[in-house]
């Protein structure tokens, strides 16, 4: 291999070498007889020919395909888009599921559960790096937010808490000044690149300078890469990162092994903490086997755990999606290349009589097709270049930053690479190898050929269909999404983001007095309806308790998981969900001995059986009771009473079945925190109220961080899901059907121009035009009707791992998917091949008796 | 990556070798030497020689160096390398197992 390489770059020294030779030897007076076939011969030793071939190959492809510039067009467009939408959807998946966080070693970083809780609190968090059993140990509170003032006003903005060591030990590089370490003041931030662009215009001088975060002057420390990676991963971005000093700040805990500590002296380092943690508890909380999970940070193991396998298998089932529209535009360029074929069998047969191999043949051809898929996968790279950069510009519209950087790096076009090599073999194998098997079989190669490209034809009906039905799934299942209510107004409605500064609201009371205030500011409002706070806006966020309830005095607890909210009175007019049973809080309520609450019909239904109104006023106690040396003590748990039944909204996602729900007032519960949201119901069109609302707001507490939009806008996300599934899948279903018709197209035209004798002759002896007409139908028919029936069982298996992504109610084999799929394939079937059977008809028998 | 030699080239391959052992030789000069040695039995076709040359010197059993020769013309000279005669004494050893088991079944009436 060596010299192969050496002689490639000398090969013009030899040539002049073995010339010279030759020469002297001729004139030393010896005889050299065939002086071609030696040079021939040592050329042959050099392997300069396998190379030379090959370039003549390419050469003589590049001129052959140069002179069918449409069949170059409509090859390279399939391929484009076939090889495009393969990798940007590749390089997706990568970001999303591979993408390593941006820290150094990464490898020997594990995230650490103790009992299984996914933050720990201060105490814990302690232990955890007083054992000293890890080189370091790091926390970080992803979920927070900080008001930050711009000069104009406050907004909230997404931040991340950590321990003052996080960009030491972690060792995440800066795009601009540095992180900060133990050894700074609380007060210090840190800048995401996203950021630093959008509210600094990317300032270079921002370090050093102090910015307004809940009132106070923090100093920019450092500025983050743009494709800086979280530990969270999956795109999550924060907008800054800045040091948790806050005593009740709880955190996920990441630990740096020593060197040479693998994952199960972590995990057995990790269940000792745990268990010492759990020994400071009092008796009664204390768990029964103290342990810990630990998961590594980068690498494959990160991709454990359910939602990231219904994530990666989304991804797959995306990918082998593209990966069949990709087999459709192969079979296209192949149907193309082996009707390219039948013209040039003439030139294989003379080639073939006079000596060259087949497989130097197939060589030939092959390359032809190879530099089809070449260029068409350095277009397709180019594309899905184009897509990514689109996308990391956008931020996804979820309730937490997401921004997804996708590159492409080395496995991506690595990919590419991967999937042009495919391609070369699917367009080009086929038409290659039938080209030179056909040569010498010339009674049988028409009737071969065609054969072939029926198959084909059947094959890519069958695929589309697979590609087609899937789509058409994803299209209804966003239709029906867009169908279903999420239970309250989302057309009339607005809703603030309200973050109260923590300083001067540490009690409950203060809080309520806040919303009250606020409401009431809020309905002076002209336009507003309705207006009420709430902890939780369905779909922004959930909480949901799994709790034991004592109903009516009895002993025997009731487990029940519902979604829990806190609210003031008006919200269920504000949100225009309606009261089945019972009435709504009141303030004198918040005094009552019993605290009041108001559940949904899921909860009455799954939880009490029986009639909403039987609901109202039974009572029951949160918790289990508080045993004591002298027994239960009931008075010590709070006791509930039903005062109303309310209409179920949906919590999470669009298509979720009911989930039972509970709702207590406001002023009356006893978590508190400093973040609040409003809703408010306008008469008017609720864009035109956003800044009365924000205004309003501001007025009762200037220092509070202020975020508001309409309530279309704020929960668009729930949308998100089936939007992208469907626009996705069925584009890429409309591709394949595209795809499919045209060679559908192609093959009957060809049929037709094949068949022109025998049907003049059936013409001349009395067929009917309507009778040609069908013939050539129902040629047509038989193929995709074959390919229809292999496609739908295809489909029917392929689907089925889709289920998690449908919304309630709509079957991965929906009768009426694949009934519309068939329908859309029959009609597009019956236009692609009604040109050549209109021109069939119009043969002249005559002229087609005479030709022969 | 050398080809498998047959008889009539390994046999050529050998004799080329032979040729070179006392000395760097150029293309002319080996077939005239082999030519003599044989007392004219053995022909070398030029045809066959400069390809089984390239192919030993591809091999690594000769080398080649540019010089001039005895009536001043450039010309190119092959030596023997070191692995050139473990080669050489590798095949005389093989030739002459063969040619004497050949002459061995020859001498014997069947």
Not at chain 1, 643 to 664: D, R, W
Not at chain 2, 26 to 51: C, F, M, R, W
Not at chain 2, 54 to 80: F, H, P, V
């Amino acid at each position: 291999m060596r010299h192969f390489f050496l002689k490639l770059f000398r090969r013009r020294k030899l040539e002049q070498d073995l010339e010279t030779e030759l020469a002297f030897h001729r004139e030393m007076g010896g005889n050299l007889g065939n002086t071609t076939l030696i040079k021939e011969q040592a050329f042959d030793l050099w392997r300069f020919t396998t190379l030379e071939n090959l370039w003549r190959d390419v050469v003589y492809g590049i001129r052959g395909l140069r002179r069918h510039p449409s069949l170059v067009a409509t090859a390279l467009i399939s391929l484009t888009l076939g090889i495009g939408a393969n990798t940007a959807l590749f390089s997706l998946g990568v970001e999303f599921l591979l993408s390593e966080p941006t820290v150094t070693d990464g490898r020997s970083l594990v995230y650490i559960r103790f009992n299984g809780n996914s933050h720990a609190d201060r105490k814990s968090f302690d232990m955890a790096l007083d054992s000293h059993v890890f080189a370091d140990i790091v926390g970080e509170h992803e979920e927070s937010f900080v008001n930050y003032n711009n000069g104009v006003e406050t907004r909230p903005i997404f931040s991340t808490f950590t321990t003052k060591n996080f960009f030491t030990t972690l060792g995440i590089p800066m795009q601009q000044g540095r992180g900060y370490s133990v050894s700074d003041p609380d007060q210090v931030v840190v800048l995401h690149h996203h950021f630093w662009t959008q509210h600094f215009n990317a300032d270079p001088n921002i370090v050093g300078k102090s910015i307004t975060l809940d009132g106070r002057p923090y100093t920019v420390l450092g500025i983050l890469p743009r494709n800086f990676r979280t530990l969270v991963g999956f795109g999550f971005s924060p907008d800054v990162y800045v040091p948790a000093f806050l005593e009740n700040t709880y955190l996920a805990v990441y630990a740096r092994m020593k060197p040479g500590m693998n994952l199960s002296q972590a995990q057995a380092a990790s269940d000792a903490i745990a268990k010492r943690i759990d020994e400071t508890r009092p008796a009664a909380q204390r768990d029964q086997h103290p342990s810990a999970l630990v998961d590594a940070v980068s690498g494959i193991d990160r991709l454990k755990g359910e939602q990231v396998l219904v994530l990666a298998a989304f991804f797959l089932v995306l990918l082998i999606l593209a990966g069949l529209v990709l087999l459709i535009a192969c079979a296209n360029v192949a149907s193309l290349l082996l009707a390219r074929a039948s013209t040039r069998q003439r030139e294989i047969a003379v080639r073939l009589s006079l000596g060259a191999s087949r497989a130097r043949l197939m060589q030939q051809l092959l390359v032809e097709s190879l530099l089809l898929s070449l260029t068409g996968a350095a277009c397709g790279l180019g594309l899905a270049q184009l897509l990514n950069n689109a996308l990391s510009h956008m931020t996804a519209p979820t309730p937490i930053p997401m921004r997804l950087t996708a590159e492409s790096d080395w496995r991506v076009t690595l990919y590419a690479m991967l999937l042009s090599i495919v391609a070369t073999v699917a367009c080009g194998l086929l038409p290659a190898w039938q080209c030179v098997r056909e040569s010498f079989t010339h009674d049988t190669r028409s009737t071969a050929r065609m054969f072939l490209r029926r198959a084909v034809v059947v094959g890519q009906v069958a695929v589309s269909i697979v590609v087609l039905s899937t789509g058409f799934l994803f299209v209804r299942n966003l239709l029906r999404t867009s169908s279903l209510s999420p239970g309250f107004d989302l057309q009339h409605t607005l809703q603030s983001q309200v973050n109260l500064p923590p300083a001067n609201y540490k009690e409950q009371t203060k809080i309520a007095l806040f919303a009250d205030r606020a409401v009431n500011a809020l309905a002076a409002l002209p336009g507003v309806e309705a207006a009420a706070a709430a902890r939780i806006i369905p779909f922004t966020d959930s909480t949901t308790y799994g709790s034991s309830l004592y109903f009516n005095g009895k002993d025997q607890p009731l487990h029940a998981r519902f979604n829990w909210n806190a609210i003031t009175p008006a919200y269920f007019q504000a949100m225009s969900i309606p009261l089945v049973a019972g009435r709504t809080f009141l303030q004198s309520d918040a005094t009552a001995p019993e605290l009041p609450v108001i559940v949904s019909t899921g909860f009455v239904k799954q939880y009490l059986q029986v009639q909403p109104a039987a609901a109202v006023d039974q009572t029951f106690y949160w918790g289990e009771p508080v045993r004591t040396a002298t027994g239960a003590q009931p008075s010590q748990r709070r006791a509930f009473r039903i005062i109303g039944v309310a209409a179920n909204t949906k919590n999470m996602t669009i298509g979720e079945s009911e989930s039972p729900q509970l709702y207590e007032f406001l002023p009356t519960i006893r978590d508190v925190r400093d973040r609040l949201r409003f809703v408010v119901k306008s008469a008017t069109p609720p864009a035109t109220q956003l800044k009365a609302v924000d205004e309003a707001l501001r007025r009762v507490e200037p220092n509070a961080g202020i975020e508001t939009r309409t309530m279309f806008a704020s929960i668009g996300f729930a949308f998100l899901p089936s939007q992208i599934g469907a626009a996705v899948l069925g584009s890429m279903g409309v591709l394949g059907l595209l795809l499919a018709m045209i060679g559908l197209y192609g093959v009957m035209a060809y049929s037709v121009a094949r068949r022109t004798p025998e049907i003049g002759v059936r013409m001349a002896i009395g067929a009917s035009a309507s009778s040609i007409f069908k013939l050539i139908l129902s040629d047509a028919g038989r193929m995709v009707a074959l390919g229809a029936a292999i496609g739908i069982v295809i489909a029917l298996l392929a689907t089925r791992p889709l289920a998690s992504f449908l919304v309630d109610g709509l079957p991965p084999h929906d009768p009426v998917t694949f009934l519309a799929v068939l329908v859309v394939f029959a009609i597009t079937a019956a236009l692609a091949s009604l040109g050549p059977a209109r021109r069939a008809t119009a043969i002249d028998p005559m002229s087609c008796l005479r030709h022969d | 990556m050398p080809k498998a030699p047959n008889l009539l080239q390994g046999t050529l391959d050998l004799l080329i070798l032979h040729a070179l052992q006392r000395g760097s030789l150029h293309g002319y000069a080996i077939a005239q030497t082999i030519h003599l040695l044989s007392d004219e039995v053995l022909k070398v076709e030029e045809g066959s020689l400069y390809p089984a040359l390239y192919r030993l010197e591809l091999d690594g059993a000769i080398s080649a160096t540019w010089g001039l020769s005895e009536n001043n013309r450039k010309a190119k000279y092959y030596q023997i390398t070191r692995k050139g005669r473990k080669a050489l004494e590798e095949q005389n050893q093989n030739w002459t197992r063969l040619s004497s088991a050949v002459q061995r079944v020859l001498s014997r009436e069947s």
